[in-house]
């Protein structure tokens, strides 16, 4: 007598077993994966996104599979890594087909276009609020990942993109607060929203990151705070000038309208930009080669002796109190 597949089993066949196209992956019909490592460093993260935490429930399921995995692969460039592959964890309260749909063909497309396939998981029940969660890895060759830790003195800190994006979104999304500064520019409020829902990880900017960079991390909890853990893992301090951070239009806009202020963009979190520290002497090389990679990248201030906290200065050079350096889980 044939056994019916289980509802989890029927589950993973149905929507994630075609992205599982790896060779390693088996078909997700055994219980481990396996990933060739010919000769590289295997670079491992893994960040878990929560319904009403690091996503809205009516967000729209693609975009919720993106943002799961491209977390991840944020972290991956930031440390120089190629992506490998990754696990996913998905736990659910129920199964809801169209959501499910919606859901694998996000990060299916997201899989290929990264070049990060599939490699195996898990799915379960939960009583609570969904959860997401995604273990990749990522390939750099021995020895060659960037730590948080190697920042010197004299190094440049620099930042890729635009700074405080998402922020403005998930306020919008949340009590629309931005609403009426951007009256009439539909466009701007979708590219802040879409910045929240779909980060744009700086996969192109790995090589690159492993190259010039002495120190880098991805900024997801806050410009501000993210700089301060590097500088304690480096057991440096900094310099920053706030009129350097980056800016897109519509944060430019909706500053100088006096609708948010510049401490909003830089501990909001959820950019997924890369922070980095480069040599001044080997800045412009690493300009070139974001340039050639398409990323933009900005160079914020200094790296700085000492161990006190990094310091934030207005156009005058005059430190700014920054009452949030980034958002906090607990």
Known sequence: MTQ?????????????????????????????????????????????????????????????????????????????AVPAGFLLTLALRHKDEAWLAAFARGLGEDAAAFGCPLLGGDTVSTPGPVMISVTAWGRVPPGRMVHRFGARPGDRVMVTGTIGDAALGLRILQVGTELAALAGDAAARDMLIGRYRVPQPRS???????????????????????????????????????????????????????????????????????LCTVPAARCDAFRSAANAAGV??????????????????DGQGRPISLKQLSYSHF
Do not use: W
Request: glycine share 8%; aromatic share 4%; net charge negative.
């Open 204 to 274: 192109a900017l790995a090589a690159a990151v492993r190259d010039f960079a002495t120190a880098s991390m991805d900024v997801s909890d806050g410009l501000a705070g993210d700089l301060t853990k590097l500088c304690a893992a480096s057991n440096v301090s900094a310099d920053i000038q706030l009129s350097h951070v980056p800016t897109s239009s519509a944060a430019a806009q909706l500053l100088a309208e006096g609708a948010v202020q510049l401490e909003t963009l830089v501990s909001g979190g959820d950019d997924y930009e890369i």
């Open 4 to 80: 019916a597949p289980s509802g989890e089993d029927s589950l993973i066949a149905r929507y994630f077993k075609p992205l599982a196209t790896d060779p390693g992956a088996f078909g997700l019909v055994d219980d481990a994966a396996v990933i060739p490592v010919s000769g590289d460093d295997l670079v491992v993260n893994t960040d878990a996104i929560v319904e009403g935490v690091h996503y809205l429930p009516d967000d729209p399921p693609d975009t919720i599979a993106r943002k799961a995995l491209r977390v991840n692969l944020s972290d991956l460039a930031a440390k120089g």
């Open 296 to 313: 933009a990248l900005t160079d914020i201030g200094a790296i700085v002796e000492g161990t006190r906290a990094p310091r934030f200065l």
